[in-house]
C-alpha cells in the first residue's frame, strides 16, 4: 500500500505565498541596513572632512592674525576642502540642522577673510619686488634722484595698501565666535565620527588657541 502524505494543493499555494512575504521581507531588510550602513559611512567621513577643513582654516587665520599682530606680511592664503556640493550632501545625512548652520557661518566668515588675504598676498609679493627695485636704484642713482624717489613712493604704497588688505581680513576673523562654533563642530564629530584624528585636530585648535593668548599678552 502507498504511503506517500498527500499535501492538499491549498497548502502548497499558502506555502508559497509565505515563502515569498517572507523572502521580501528579508530582502528589504537587507536592502535597508545596506542603506543606513552607507549613510552611516558617508555621514562619518563627510563629517571628518568638514571637520578637518575648518579647523585648518582656523589654524592658518590665527597664524595670519599671529604674523600681522607681529607686523609681518604673510604670502600664505587659507586652507580649503569642500564646496558647496559636499555640503548639499552632508546635509542629506544628518539631521541636526544646527550643525549645517555652524559651518555655513564658518565658511562664510572665511570666504571674506581669503578674499582679503589673497589680495593682501598679491601686494606682498609686488612689495618685495618693488623694494628689490628701490635697494638696486640707490646703488647706481642718488637718493633724490627722480626714478629712485619713484620707486620709494611707489614701494611705500604698495605696502600700505598689503597692510590695508590684511586689516580688512583680519577684521573678518571673530576669533570667540569661530573658535566656538569649530569646538561645537568638533564636539559633533566625536561623538558621531570618533578616531584619532579628531582628537589630533582638537589638539591643534587648543594649541593655537593657547599660541594666540600669549600673543595677545605680548602685545599688551
Do not use: C
Amino acid at each position: 500500500m502507498d504511503e506517500t502524505i498527500l499535501i492538499p494543493t491549498y497548502l502548497l499555494i499558502i506555502g508559497s505565498i509565505l515563502a515569498a512575504l517572507i523572502g521580501a521581507v528579508v530582502s528589504s531588510g537587507i536592502i535597508a541596513l545596506t542603506g543606513y550602513l552607507q549613510r552611516s559611512r558617508q555621514r562619518k567621513a563627510l563629517l571628518v572632512v568638514f571637520t578637518t577643513d575648518l579647523v585648518e582654516r582656523f589654524m592658518r587665520a590665527t597664524m595670519y592674525y599671529n604674523q600681522i599682530r607681529k607686523g609681518a606680511i604673510s604670502y600664505s592664503a587659507l586652507y580649503e576642502a569642500t564646496d558647496p556640493t559636499t555640503l548639499v550632501k552632508l546635509s542629506e545625512v544628518i539631521k541636526e540642522q544646527d550643525i549645517i548652520h555652524t559651518i555655513i557661518e564658518l565658511k562664510g566668515g572665511y570666504y571674506q577673510i581669503q578674499r582679503h588675504v589673497l589680495e593682501a598676498s598679491k601686494f606682498a609679493a609686488e612689495q618685495a619686488l618693488q623694494k628689490a627695485k628701490y635697494e638696486d636704484l640707490k646703488k647706481t642713482l642718488d637718493s633724490q634722484h627722480a626714478d629712485t624717489i619713484q620707486a620709494e613712493n611707489d614701494l611705500r604704497e604698495i605696502s600700505i595698501r598689503a597692510h590695508g588688505a590684511q586689516a580688512r581680513a583680519i577684521a573678518f576673523f571673530d576669533f570667540e565666535a569661530m573658535f566656538s562654533w569649530t569646538k561645537t563642530l568638533i564636539n559633533y564629530t566625536k561623538k558621531h565620527a570618533g578616531g584619532p584624528s579628531i582628537a589630533f585636530l582638537e589638539e591643534k585648535l587648543n594649541k593655537r588657541l593657547k599660541e594666540k593668548e600669549e600673543i595677545d599678552h605680548e602685545q599688551k
